[in-house]
């Protein structure tokens, strides 16, 4: 099993075809968000033409540390998180005898447990494609770095290694461990902090091959990417992931023919870590 077949392009030619397109063992992190006090004074006359001083006393954040908080991040040995991915798409169908057009949307929640010493994980995600309301469910499993994913049928072993290779990039742990060794394009502070950076196509491209690719022969196109990390007392707390993307697919269906898919859209993923350093025992499935 490759690692294209991933089931959002089968939903797309399954509605085609019937007509339907359209988730802390308690360690202390240090606090990296501290403020330093800035003081203006401010002179008033009086009636009687004295003066009288007043004291205002400012806030100005400090800047974060990332080397304090990316140590943090490398204490995270296992969490578990929630996430929530929106896909909205342009999907375009043509060949000799077919040509459509349809606006798609999937919503992707997935909740997962991730090992970092055992190199272990299990994935189950609900994919609901609008405004159908197509419901697709998916379990991944991957023990020491090899992937097992649940068909409508049986388990299935991955024999790819690039398979686990991306869990662990793109989780929000591996995103944050990769991300903090470099300079955020900008930074915000509002109780959470949050530090966001841009993602050059070549970074993300890998991920949206994984959901947008049939085939090796599947061009995929990824721009404007975006991270977010968010942080409390140093702790990493979640983030966001986002881009455009774009993908050109031929293939050659029994019923359909020899066809054309194009598909243009944005992902948009919001992550929360709901658990850090509980350990969870991770099985490999019965095939």
Same mark, same amino acid.
Request: proline share 5%.
């Given at each position: 099993m490759k690692r294209y077949a991933v089931p959002l392009i089968a939903i797309l030619l399954i509605g085609l075809v019937t007509g339907c397109l359209g988730e802390n063992?308690?360690?202390?992190? +240090?606090?990296?968000?501290?403020?330093?006090?800035?003081?203006?004074?401010?002179?008033?006359?009086?009636?009687? /033409?004295?003066?009288? @001083?007043?004291?205002? !006393?400012?806030?100005? +954040?400090?800047? +974060? =540390?990332?080397?304090?908080?990316?140590?943090?991040?490398?204490?995270?040995?296992?969490?578990?998180?929630? @996430?929530?991915?929106?896909?909205?798409?342009?999907?375009?169908? #043509? #060949?000799?005898?077919?040509?459509?057009?349809?606006?798609?949307? *999937?919503?992707?929640?997935?909740?997962?447990?991730? =090992?970092y010493e055992s190199w272990s994980a299990w994935i189950n995600s609900t994919t609901v494609s609008l405004p159908d309301g197509v419901k697709t469910n998916t379990s991944m499993i991957v023990v020491d770095n090899v992937t097992y994913i649940k068909t409508v049928v049986e388990w299935v072993k991955v024999e790819d290694p690039e398979t686990s290779e991306i869990v662990w990039r793109y989780s929000i742990v591996g995103l944050a461990?990769?991300?903090?060794?470099?300079?955020?394009?900008?930074?915000?502070? =509002?109780?959470?902090?949050? *530090?966001?950076?841009?993602?050059?196509?070549?970074?993300?491209? +890998?991920?949206?091959?994984?959901?947008?690719?049939? @085939?090796?022969? !599947?061009?995929?196109?990824?721009?404007? /990417?975006?991270?977010?990390?968010?942080?409390? =007392?140093?702790?990493?707390? /979640?983030?966001?992931?986002?881009?455009?993307?774009? @993908?050109?697919?031929?293939?050659?269906?029994p019923i359909l023919g020899e066809m054309k898919i194009t598909q243009r859209g944005t992902w948009d993923e919001t992550f929360e870590i709901t658990s850090i350093n509980e350990r969870r025992k991770v099985e490999i499935p019965l095939t």
């Amino acid at each position: 099993m490759k690692r294209y077949a991933v089931p959002l392009i089968a939903i797309l030619l399954i509605g085609l075809v019937t007509g339907c397109l359209g988730e802390n063992d308690g360690k202390t992190m +240090p606090e990296t968000t501290r403020s330093v006090q800035s003081t203006a004074k401010t002179v008033e006359t009086t009636p009687t /033409g004295q003066t009288s @001083s007043q004291t205002t !006393t400012t806030q100005t +954040p400090e800047e +974060p =540390d990332p080397e304090e908080l990316l140590k943090a991040v490398n204490t995270i040995r296992q969490f578990t998180y929630i @996430s929530n991915a929106t896909l909205v798409m342009v999907v375009t169908i #043509g #060949g000799d005898n077919v040509s459509e057009t349809d606006n798609v949307t *999937l919503n992707i929640i997935e909740k997962g447990y991730m =090992d970092y010493e055992s190199w272990s994980a299990w994935i189950n995600s609900t994919t609901v494609s609008l405004p159908d309301g197509v419901k697709t469910n998916t379990s991944m499993i991957v023990v020491d770095n090899v992937t097992y994913i649940k068909t409508v049928v049986e388990w299935v072993k991955v024999e790819d290694p690039e398979t686990s290779e991306i869990v662990w990039r793109y989780s929000i742990v591996g995103l944050a461990r990769e991300y903090l060794k470099e300079k955020p394009y900008s930074v915000e502070n =509002d109780g959470t902090l949050k *530090l966001v950076y841009r993602v050059p196509e070549y970074r993300l491209r +890998p991920l949206a091959t994984v959901y947008f690719a049939t @085939s090796s022969e !599947t061009v995929v196109n990824v721009k404007d /990417g975006r991270l977010e990390l968010y942080f409390k =007392d140093g702790q990493l707390v /979640g983030g966001r992931l986002s881009f455009d993307v774009s @993908s050109e697919t031929e293939v050659n269906d029994p019923i359909l023919g020899e066809m054309k898919i194009t598909q243009r859209g944005t992902w948009d993923e919001t992550f929360e870590i709901t658990s850090i350093n509980e350990r969870r025992k991770v099985e490999i499935p019965l095939t």
